[in-house]
């Protein structure tokens, strides 16, 4: 079946631009996961959105960082005023309850 | 707070032979423990997990892991590597309480050599 969607796969702007990257999780997972991949700091999460409950959002590096998921479904990474420092690959996951999280192969994301 | 580490940033082994990829961790309470690869440009993929029961795990594409609570590792293996194997390994702990979300290692790249 499908697997986590992420889009767009590549994405370059300019510093100081927002920037909107989305993912579709695989049908009737619960959970939904934003991570973000750099080289200098590895594998850091984000935010976690868990059915209806309000996200855990204590992986996000700045308020320029937000996300939403909109019915219980695709969700969306917004950052505002994007930084040099903001360039990496944002990788989205999704999970039944107390399953293993499956990726996205990510959105690498570049700031000139 | 939650911490895995993965000591080696890169493994060398021919194909055929035995290979160990080595992870420690630090939780309160039980750990979930997880062990994803990653190949160049893509996501990651689950390969195998720990939660309770079986010290001895066994994954995907002929892996297993050995959780070992008093020395706090769960160091990844597999008896005989192949080169499609070379790629980059993360080990990754989730605690009781604090939703499903990972905290990974650095990561590991193997590399299986003919």
């Known amino acids: 079946g499908a697997g986590v969607s992420q889009s767009p796969s590549n994405k370059v702007t300019e510093k100081g631009k927002d920037v909107e990257l989305r993912c579709d999780p695989i049908?009737?997972?619960?959970?939904l996961y934003w991570y973000r991949q750099s080289l200098g700091q590895g594998l850091e999460f984000l935010i976690y959105?868990?059915?209806?409950?309000?996200?855990?959002k204590s992986g996000l590096p700045s308020d320029r960082f937000s996300a939403e998921r909109t019915g219980g479904s695709v969700s969306t990474l917004t950052i505002q005023r994007t930084q040099q420092e903001d360039s990496a690959v944002y990788l989205c996951a999704s999970s039944r309850v107390n399953s293993p999280q499956h990726f996205g192969d990510g959105t690498r994301l570049s700031i000139l | 707070a939650q911490s895995v580490a993965q000591p080696e940033d890169q493994v060398n082994v021919a194909e055929g032979n035995p290979l160990t990829v080595k992870c420690t961790y630090s939780?309160?309470?039980?750990?979930?423990l997880f062990w994803y690869v990653q190949y160049p440009n893509r996501g990651l993929q689950f390969l195998l997990k720990y939660i309770t029961g079986d010290n001895l795990v066994k994954g995907s594409y002929g892996f297993e892991a050995e959780f070992n609570k008093s020395q706090t590792s769960f160091h990844l293996k597999k008896p005989s590597a192949l080169v499609s194997d070379s790629a980059l390994y993360f080990c990754?702990?989730?605690?009781?309480?604090?939703?499903?979300?990972?905290?990974f290692g650095t990561g590991t790249q193997l590399k299986v050599e003919l």
């Open positions: 990754a702990v989730s605690g009781r309480g604090g939703g499903n979300k990972l905290t």
């Open positions: 959105f868990q059915g209806n409950s309000a996200p855990d």
């Open positions: 049908s009737g997972h619960t959970a």
């Open positions: 939780v309160s309470g039980n750990p979930y």
